[in-house]
């Protein structure tokens, strides 16, 4: 009749709950939660994307490659295209993904190149870049937005629905001119601080001073990175730029949450 010991019982990981809520978020307005894979053929993780052969991405320093033997049959898995529609890249370099933007071409193939898409890709990703605030495996979320008419009012409208969901009422968002290989027109994204509300600076309540925001020191933070679907990386799925439009976002689950109040 004596009480049990209750045994401990644990919690998600701030970064599962993270990536909890993202989904939610996005799913409200329509997005479906895909999976692509984090060992990939480059071409998915650059050549698709519009990325030259030597663009410095494409580095030892900069990517984790992935050693297998130079013939089709060692191919880990049945990457049924890039294969069959570029021969001669059968064999070729595997890469551990260093962004989610592989899975847009994933996407446009698996629905076989017939917008509309709207795809949210959430994954592990990995880069040779170590240092105080970056680690070699780290999460991101990659929105992919296809159809018809699709225009960078879609895209900045996104952005501000996920900021004011994620962060709160109040909270906007901003995009600056930047340059990615496979957006055009590109765009680096910020969000309003929700220390000091945007504003860039903070009041002491009990000397009246006026200082500034040591958690953003400008009124904002950026976020990652967004834009216009390149027609090259539309084209590398099959799908015609002259009749498609379409945007892209992402950056990493870890800044995003940091980012936030508390």
């Known amino acids: 009749t004596i009480p049990g010991i209750k045994p401990k019982t644990g919690g998600l990981h701030p970064v599962s709950k993270a990536i909890d809520e993202i989904t939610r978020i996005f799913e409200h307005i329509g997005f479906t939660r895909v999976r692509y894979p984090e ?56 890469v551990m993904t260093p962004h989610t933007s592989n899975g847009q071409v994933h996407e446009m193939e698996r629905l076989g190149g017939k917008p509309p898409i709207r795809m949210i890709n959430i994954g592990r990703c990995y880069r ?54 496979f957006t055009e027109p590109s765009f680096e994204v910020d969000f309003s601080c929700h220390i000091c509300q945007g504003t860039g600076e903070i009041t002491d309540p009990e000397t009246n001073e006026v200082s500034k925001c040591r958690f953003c020191k400008s009124g904002w933070h950026e976020v990652g990175g967004a834009g216009m679907v390149h027609p090259n990386v539309l084209r590398a799925g099959g ?20 980012l936030r109040e508390g």
């Open 128 to 181: 040779r870049q170590q240092d105080v605030t970056h680690t070699q495996m780290f999460h991101q979320f990659e929105g992919l937005v296809i159809d018809k008419g699709i225009t960078i009012q879609h895209l900045k409208g996104t952005l501000d629905y996920f900021a004011k969901e994620f962060y709160g009422e109040g909270t906007k968002s901003r995009i600056r001119p930047f340059h990615f290989q």
């Open 239 to 258: 799908i015609d730029p002259d009749e498609y439009t379409g945007f892209a976002f992402g950056w990493g689950i870890e800044r995003t949450y940091t």
């Open 39 to 94: 060992v990939d053929w480059d071409w998915y993780a650059f050549e698709s994307l519009n990325m030259s052969p030597d663009h410095p991405a494409r580095d030892e320093w900069e990517t984790f490659f992935v050693d297998i033997p130079n013939t089709t049959k060692d191919i880990p898995y049945n990457a049924k295209s890039p294969r069959d529609r570029h021969p001669d890249i059968a064999g070729g370099k595997i």
